[in-house]
């Protein structure tokens, strides 16, 4: 069975600073996408970046960067230079076959 | 290029009644998801089409669910019977498949209350 884990519920990270959400996966597959999508307070999902499972180089999107080690299985997102409109639940999730598996979701709160 | 839009964006029902939902996928796109979401979880797999077929369905899909993409466009989700465990908020996505990239494009949802 294919799993997406995110172990913090929430985070909260200082206006300018960068933060680190955390997630794992598990798959015995051995071609998979994995994703991040934002999901701010009552509006849609927003793709943010894709990693593909055989490229070694971590995707990059602007001020998100993902830190991909796929013999951990591990998918953390950094976002650099944070800002107020950040602030979103964050959704980690697996394209296993045809479907996203997605974790449970980490809120990130951005002080000012 | 507009995005994924569902219709209508809030519905309210009393348990026992019939649900239709819309979905308009962005032009082009061969494939359409439903997923389902409850209060602070993830996103949960209903089913996906290619063009007009149906491939497959999640467990979770009752036999009191039902999708259709008539013609490969438009995709509707109609739940019978409505029970109040229906009460979620229902997802559509869509993509545009070549090979094996897959990047899935989400609406704004359509949020079920069953009273």
């Known amino acids: 069975a294919q799993t997406v884990t995110q172990s913090q519920p929430e985070m909260s990270v200082q206006e300018a600073e960068t933060v680190t959400l955390s997630c794992t996966y598990d798959t015995s597959e051995s071609d998979y996408y994995l994703f991040w999508y934002k999901q701010p307070p009552s509006r849609q999902m927003i793709l943010v970046i894709r990693q593909e499972a055989y490229k070694q180089q971590n995707a990059t999107e602007n001020r998100f960067s993902v830190n991909f080690q796929k013999a951990a299985k591990s998918f953390s997102l950094k976002i650099s230079d944070s800002q107020l409109g950040d602030a979103a639940m964050y959704f980690c999730?697996?394209?296993?076959?045809?479907?996203?598996?997605f974790g449970a979701g980490t809120i990130l709160r951005v002080k000012s | 290029d507009t995005g994924v839009s569902q219709d209508p964006r809030h519905k309210i029902t009393k348990r026992g009644q019939n649900v239709t939902f819309r979905c308009d996928p962005i032009s082009e796109h061969n494939r359409l998801y439903w997923y389902r979401q409850t209060l602070g979880q993830g996103p949960e797999f209903l089913t996906y089409?290619?063009?007009?077929?149906?491939?497959?369905k999640s467990r979770l899909l009752s036999d009191r669910f039902s999708a259709e993409r008539p013609k490969g466009s438009f995709s509707t989700l109609e739940i019978q019977r409505t029970e109040q465990g229906d009460s979620a908020m229902y997802l559509c996505?869509?993509?545009?498949?070549?090979?094996?990239?897959?990047?899935?494009?989400f609406g704004p949802g359509t949020r079920l209350t069953v009273l």
């Open positions: 996505a869509s993509s545009y498949v070549t090979g094996v990239t897959d990047t899935q494009y």
């Open positions: 089409f290619q063009n007009e077929a149906q491939l497959e």
């Open positions: 999730a697996g394209l296993y076959g045809n479907k996203l598996v």
